[in-house]
């Protein structure tokens, strides 16, 4: 199976931040990479697919790049309601397997 | 309105089996893969399984391989997932999920359901 390691687990940032967050797969996956955020009580929402690809309705603060191994999720200026836990997920090869959550706090 | 809506999420005991529907509403269900994906309390997000629109292609997570059935009624716009020999590492909130594109998916999940809770105790 693909495991994804996600960096930071958390993090701590404050309303108009600049946010990175890693996302490394244990081999090549293309760009087959999804991202997703979940407030807290709330279904996941996905933000970007083919992992550079902005979802409709997504703001365009957030973006992806990376393929092969290597992801990135940038938050441009981080809002109030961007407060939430980012999780990435290949989608490569089954079994999909997701990253274990960067949760994004308020400093 | 594009809508996806999980039922069947009750407490059982060990061992026991229990069905979760989900209904679909506001897109052409039988043209999209439908996933579910679960989430143990205070944990992240596991993926379960994936169905292809026509049903005829099916995968697991190796953790409930042999013991959950996914399925679909494209007439009836309904996923289902059986599940049996529950364990209590199966105790989770159950959502379901459409993928962005057709075939077995794989394209990403853009429609998420409201998840439905599954209790697996005695």
């Known amino acids: 199976d693909i495991q994804m390691t996600q960096s930071p687990s958390s993090l701590s940032a404050s309303v108009g931040d600049r946010v990175t967050i890693t996302c490394r797969a244990s081999?090549?996956?293309?760009?087959?990479l999804s991202w997703y955020q979940q407030r807290p009580g709330k279904a996941p929402k996905l933000l970007i697919y083919a992992a550079s690809s902005l979802q409709s309705g997504v703001p365009s603060r957030f973006s992806g790049s990376g393929s092969g191994t290597d992801f990135t999720l940038t938050i441009s200026s981080l809002q109030p309601e961007d407060f939430a836990t980012y999780y990435c997920q290949q989608i490569y090869n089954t079994p999909w397997t997701f990253g274990q959550g960067t949760k994004v706090e308020i400093k | 309105e594009v809508q996806l809506l999980e039922s069947g999420g009750d407490l059982v005991q060990p061992g026991g089996s229990l069905r979760l529907s989900c209904a679909a509403s506001?897109?052409?269900?039988?043209?999209?893969?439908m996933s579910w994906v679960r989430q143990a309390p205070g944990k992240g997000l596991e993926w379960v399984s994936v169905?292809?629109?026509?049903?005829?292609?099916?995968y697991y997570a190796d953790s409930v391989k042999g013991r959950f059935t996914i399925s679909r009624d494209n007439p009836k716009n309904t996923l289902y997932l059986q599940m049996n020999s529950l364990r209590a590492e199966d105790t989770a909130v159950y959502y379901c999920?459409?993928?962005?594109?057709?075939?077995?998916?794989?394209?990403?999940?853009?429609?998420w359901g409201q998840g439905t809770t599954v209790t697996v105790s005695s």
């Open positions: 506001g897109f052409t269900f039988s043209s999209y893969a």
């Open positions: 999920a459409k993928d962005r594109g057709g075939g077995t998916g794989g394209y990403g999940m853009d429609v």
């Open positions: 081999q090549s996956i293309s760009n087959y």
């Open positions: 169905i292809s629109g026509s049903g005829g292609n099916t």
